[in-house]
Nanobody, 119 residues
Framework: QVQLVESGGGLVQTGGSLRLSCAAS????????MGWFRQAPGKEREFVAS????????AYAVSVKGRFTISRDNGKNTVYLQMNSLKPEDTAVYYC????????????WGQGTQVTVSS
């Protein structure tokens, strides 16, 4: 029902910045929230940040609070994750996900984009 396309990943040095983008298409009227998750090598997927489809209800993981900012464009079709003061421990594949109204689990996922922070 909802398709997600991620972009913006890459290689950056410690202390640098990256902005990830997630473009949503399809039946976006059913989306209640968007989230960013990440998975590092040998580790489980973890929550990073989320935002309501209208722009409210913003939440962050403790590990990224104060450094990352989640936002959406005025057309509500693209969600961004601005990542500042990046650390090597931020290295992971970052995934965008959509939560449909009335559901408790994210049902639509992007293909993932690699973020590598070098020292």
């Amino acid at each position: 029902q909802v398709q997600l396309v991620e972009s913006g990943g890459g290689l950056v040095q410690t202390g640098g910045s990256l902005r990830l983008s997630c473009a949503a298409s399809g039946r976006t009227a059913s989306v209640s929230a968007m989230g960013w998750f990440r998975q590092a090598p040998g580790k489980e997927r973890e929550f990073v940040a989320s935002i309501g489809w209208s722009g409210g209800g913003i939440a962050y993981a403790v590990s990224v609070k104060g450094r990352f900012t989640i936002s959406r464009d005025n057309g509500k079709n693209t969600v961004y994750l601005q990542m500042n003061s990046l650390k090597p421990e931020d290295t992971a594949v970052y995934y965008c996900a959509a939560l449909n109204s009335g559901y408790t689990e994210y049902s639509a996922w992007g293909q993932g984009t690699q973020v590598t922070v070098s020292s």
